[in-house]
T-cell receptor
Framework: GENVEQHPSTLSVQEGDSAVIKCTYS??????FPWYKQELGKRPQLIID?????GEKKDQRIAVTLNKTAKHFSLHITETQPEDSAVYFC?????????FGAGTRLTVKP | NAGVTQTPKFRVLKTGQSMTLLCAQD?????MYWYRQDPGMGLRLIHY???????AKGEVPDGYNVSRLKKQNFLLGLESAAPSQTSVYFC??????????????FGPGTRLTVL
């Protein structure tokens, strides 16, 4: 089955700096790659997603890139703010079977 | 429009007891999912359903059963609870069927403790 690895497990940045989280996947048939943000005690919330026929997608301060050949995708957050502090999960999906990475705890220091 | 709801929010069971978690969605979504989340391990897919009357195994299906008798409901059953099933359980749904997956919308979660 699909295996998703996510790095780093923790990330600390200064407010205003950029943050990058990377994920790799194993199943070349995976075709949907979402990123979720989860605050303590709350449900995961989708922040951005990308499909296998697209290489890059941007939404304001957040961007995701996908390299299908290398089977890796990355989340980029620019101009980080304290409210960006949370756990971020990547995932890879193939026809409903979605596998998540272990998560990255992002801390943005004021 | 309540989105995805889960019942109950919290539950404590003794080893060997059984229970059913209910997930309901009012968005007419085709796909529904059950995940468990343990500290440091992210979310792991237990079972999912691509439509009414169909279910499929995910990454960690052992010890759980599911049913999707109605399109809007997805039930997760524990026949004989074990301490290893202590976790937070999330249900999710997504709108598209026919082989196409899309955004998953999560419920608020159920915190289950098995003593």
């Amino acid at each position: 089955g699909e295996n998703v690895e996510q790095h780093p497990s923790t990330l600390s940045v200064q407010e205003g700096d950029s943050a990058v989280i990377k994920c790799t996947y194993s199943d070349s048939a995976s075709n949907y790659f979402p990123w979720y943000k989860q605050e303590l005690g709350k449900r995961p919330q989708l922040i951005i997603d990308i499909r296998s026929n697209v290489g890059e997608k941007k939404d304001q301060r957040i961007a995701v890139t996908l390299n299908k050949t290398a089977k890796h995708f990355s989340l980029h957050i620019t101009e980080t703010q304290p409210e960006d502090s949370a756990v971020y999960f990547c995932a890879a999906s193939r026809w409903g079977d979605m596998r998540f990475g272990a998560g990255t705890r992002l801390t943005v220091k004021p | 429009n309540a989105g995805v709801t889960q019942t109950p929010k919290f539950r404590v069971l003794k080893t060997g007891q059984s229970m059913t978690l209910l997930c309901a969605q009012d968005m007419n979504h085709e796909y529904m999912y059950w995940y468990r989340q343990d500290p440091g391990m992210g979310l792991r897919l237990i079972h999912y359903s691509v439509g009414e009357g169909t279910t499929a195994k995910g990454e960690v299906p052992d010890g759980y059963n599911v049913s999707r008798l109605k399109k809007q409901n997805f039930l997760l059953g524990l026949e004989s609870a074990a301490p290893s099933q202590t976790s937070v359980y999330f249900c999710a749904s997504s709108p598209y069927g026919r082989g196409r997956t899309d955004t998953q919308y999560f419920g608020p979660g159920t915190r289950l403790t098995v003593l």
